[in-house]
């Protein structure tokens, strides 16, 4: 397949350049990060937040913190390309386009499961239960993979109107309450030690959001940074 | 046998908003597209006099 | 000037006459449901409203993936005008669906699974408009548009999904345990015929003020160029 290798460069290209650029300033993640644990701090006063007691509502704080933390995320890193011209620079190489779409969304996905990866911990300790349950684990990446492969798109576009930062999230929230829902009940369900049957449908929605808007994000980014 | 709940304020609400709504969507409708023609017929008086000026 | 076109004005009659007779058909020919009384009889238009809001959302993403691939601006202008018309009748469903809920469960919401999906969709579809509104090119506002409709209803289905599976796993103490129920009752060969009526009465209005829509949108257009020409 001649066209594969030099995608899957392009793709890469990206997700080191938003790496290497993140490593470099480490704003994004640090505005993610500190909101993250406000949020779950915020929470903690207004709310009973016992993993193992109120396992529903953790897993919504949790959720609730991740989305916003991500969209905190998605704006960013979408805004930084637009304005320091970058976006511009790779739509001028002759690459895909839908790599760099995918190279884009991988790169946000990275940036949101390292703020999962410390928002857990943090959370555990808090509360002295242990979040790092496997299955937990993958509801977190299916989640988190919806989440950014709809807020990627929605970002491109939100980037370029008037409005843009108060664009995204009114734009992502109502398309993505099937991941978002789904992706609580899912983590509600390992955090209160639920069984196989009663996780597995809401596994199965996360995959389906996932496998479809993945794909129909990845066909239509080009209509969406098409000068 | 028993009567039927007395629901009729509920009824006349529920039909007051179908009725209010497509109303009001129906008015705006006509009131933009009245906007427009005024909006078009001036436009059109000015371009015919940039037109004659012009010549 | 453009004429307005013959088959618009029978278009008008129809729907006129039609939406009379499903009024008339509502309020004398359908029976009274022996619990719930009168308001029972808002379910026809309130089914019919959600029925032409579902499908208005649905000619916007269709006529999206019709824009993107022919890049005709006259298919943007149809996307918009469905979706101007879907907000308005998915509004009348949502509200019509809590006043019904009022008198038979006691509460203005149920978190009935057609209800809240209807309701997300309608802020979909606002989301939509305001995107569309901090856009200035018509090209790049009519791309975006149609990327966002066809996004939008892709979510419906499964959002859909979502909150009925979660109703069934969360039963109500307000409502109906069986999540498909909203006030359920049992359907007279009279109530199945205002019913359809209903449905297809609608169905003519629907598609008289979409084509008024779509005029009033090219008459803007024209507006708009008219304007552009005289600044230069």
């Not at chain 1, 386009?97 to 999962?116: C, D, P, S, T, W």
């Amino acid at each position: 397949m001649s066209g594969l290798t030099p995608f899957i460069s392009a793709m890469s290209a990206v997700i080191w350049k938003d790496l290497r650029a993140e490593w470099r300033s480490r704003e994004v993640i640090s505005a993610m990060l500190v909101f993250a644990l406000l949020v779950i701090l915020i929470f903690n006063f207004a709310l009973d937040l016992q993993p193992n007691v109120r396992a529903g509502i953790s897993s919504g704080v949790l959720w609730v913190t991740l989305a916003f933390a991500g969209t905190l995320g998605l704006n960013r890193s979408m805004a930084v390309e637009k304005d320091r011209g970058c976006l511009d620079g790779l739509l001028l190489a002759p690459v895909d386009r839908a790599a760099i779409y995918l190279g884009k969304a991988f790169a946000n996905l990275l940036f949101m499961l390292l703020v999962a990866l410390i928002v857990l911990p943090v959370y555990g300790i808090l509360y002295n239960t242990n979040l790092l349950i496997p299955g937990l684990l993958v509801v977190i990446l299916l989640g988190s993979e919806g989440y950014v492969a709809v807020g990627t798109l929605l970002s491109s576009m939100a980037v370029q109107a008037r409005t843009r930062d108060i664009l995204l999230p009114i734009l992502l929230f109502p398309v993505a309450v099937p991941v978002v829902v789904s992706a609580v009940k899912a983590t509600g369900g390992y955090l209160a030690g639920l069984g196989w049957e009663e996780i597995q449908p809401w596994f199965t929605l996360l995959v389906v959001y996932d496998v479809i808007f993945t794909s129909v994000a990845f066909m239509v980014f080009d209509s969406v940074v098409e000068e | 046998m028993e009567q039927p709940a007395n629901t009729l304020s509920y009824f006349i609400a529920g039909y007051g908003v179908i009725f209010g709504v497509m109303i009001v969507y129906l008015a705006i409708l006509i009131i933009r597209w009245r906007n427009l023609k005024q909006d078009e017929a001036l436009l059109n008086e000015l371009d015919q006099k940039e037109g004659g000026s012009k010549e | 000037m453009l004429q307005k076109p013959k088959l618009l004005t029978v278009l008008d009659v129809a729907a006129i006459a039609s939406f009379l007779a499903a009024t008339g058909l509502v309020f004398f020919y359908a029976p009274l449901e022996r619990v719930m009384g009168a308001v029972q009889k808002v379910f026809y238009f309130h089914v019919a409203s959600g029925w032409v809001g579902m499908l208005s959302f649905a000619v916007a993403a269709v006529v999206g993936v019709i824009y993107l691939i022919r890049k005709d601006l006259k298919w943007d202008s149809v996307g918009v005008a469905a979706v101007e018309i879907g907000i308005a009748f998915t509004l009348i469903n949502v509200i019509t669906g809590a006043i019904w809920a009022r008198p038979i469960w006691n509460t203005w919401w149920t978190w009935d699974p057609r209800l809240t999906t209807a309701t997300i969709m309608e802020l979909v579809y606002f989301a939509y408009l305001m995107l569309r509104s901090g856009i200035e090119e018509p090209e790049r506002r009519a791309r975006f548009g149609a990327v966002y409709a066809i996004i939008g209803f892709l979510s419906v289905p499964l959002t859909f999904f979502s909150i009925r599976l979660f109703r069934t796993i969360h039963p109500v103490v307000i409502g109906s345990n069986d999540p498909g129920a909203m006030g359920a009752f049992d359907m007279t060969p009279r109530m199945t015929q205002v019913f359809l009526f209903s449905l297809v009465a609608f169905t003519i209005v629907y598609f008289d003020l979409l084509w008024h829509r779509i005029r009033l949108g090219k008459l803007a257009e024209r507006v708009e160029s008219l304007r552009l020409k005289l600044q230069a």
